[in-house]
């Protein structure tokens, strides 16, 4: 009566924290952030990057099949990465249509834009406070942690229905993997990445970010400053 038919247990999946999508040789690289579920807890969460290729990005996710032993989870991802380079040349459009359809995907997962690094790049780099890319990016965008020069989190849902809605400009959050300590590299928000007709228009830098945003009413609910 209560019973599942077709249950199992946490082990047998592998949990996508974020996803990365990049132009590649075969056509799209998407680079997948895994949870490490093995381990003490004690020792934080960690996790670990897989890379994926195909000739467009349902191919490469279905080649996961033949490099993993586990079925992808994605009800926990927290932020998809597409690279300016896609962005700016074949536009979001194709990418959304396959987001909004894949049942698997979540509607309301943020969109975050790579520039001057791979979204691979992105995803593998660490957080200053959080060694997970994907959560740091999450905590990053989250309206929660407001600031006048970041604009607001801007999901699959608000991404669609801004390009498909005559007067509304479509503005996503650009992020770098810039160097760190030693050899790793750390994510830094860098902007903001500004669209046309579902193809990235151009790029406006951190430091004019505030300025954008109250000129088109993008800010959070507090009062901006430009010291």
């Known amino acids: 009566f209560g019973g599942c038919g077709n249950s199992r247990e946490l082990g047998e999946f592998d949990i996508v924290a974020g996803m990365g ?3 590649s040789e075969a056509g799209y690289k ?3 952030e895994l949870m490490y579920l093995t381990g003490a807890m004690q020792d934080g969460m960690k996790s670990f990057t897989i890379e994926l290729e195909g000739e467009t990005v349902p191919n490469a996710l279905d080649s ?3 490099k993993l032993s586990n079925q992808l989870h994605f009800g926990n ?3 998809i990465v597409i690279s300016a380079e896609i962005a700016r ?4 459009d194709d990418l959304l249509n396959f987001f909004v359809r894949d049942t698997d995907i979540r509607e309301t997962i943020p969109l975050v834009i790579a520039a ?3 979204s691979g790049d992105v995803l593998s780099a660490n957080g200053v406070d959080i060694d997970i890319a994907s959560y740091t990016l999450e905590k990053m965008l989250n309206p929660s942690h407001k600031s006048n020069s970041h604009t607001k989190e801007v999901s699959i849902y608000n991404a669609v229905d801004t390009l498909r809605t005559p ?3 479509l503005v996503l959050p650009i ?4 160097p760190g300590e030693g050899e790793e590299k750390e994510i830094n928000l860098a902007g903001i990445g500004v669209f046309q007709e579902g193809k990235l228009y151009y790029m406006l830098p951190q430091k004019d970010t505030a300025y954008y945003s109250c000129i088109t009413d993008r800010l959070y609910e507090h009062e901006p400053s430009f010291d």
């Open 21 to 23: 999508i990049d132009k």
């Open 89 to 92: 040349e074949e536009g979001i």
């Open 77 to 79: 991802m927290q932020v």
């Open 167 to 169: 007067g509304k400009t």
């Open 175 to 178: 992020a770098q993997a810039v």
């Open 30 to 32: 998407v680079t997948l």
């Open 116 to 118: 001057d690094s791979t």
């Open 64 to 66: 996961a099949k033949s």
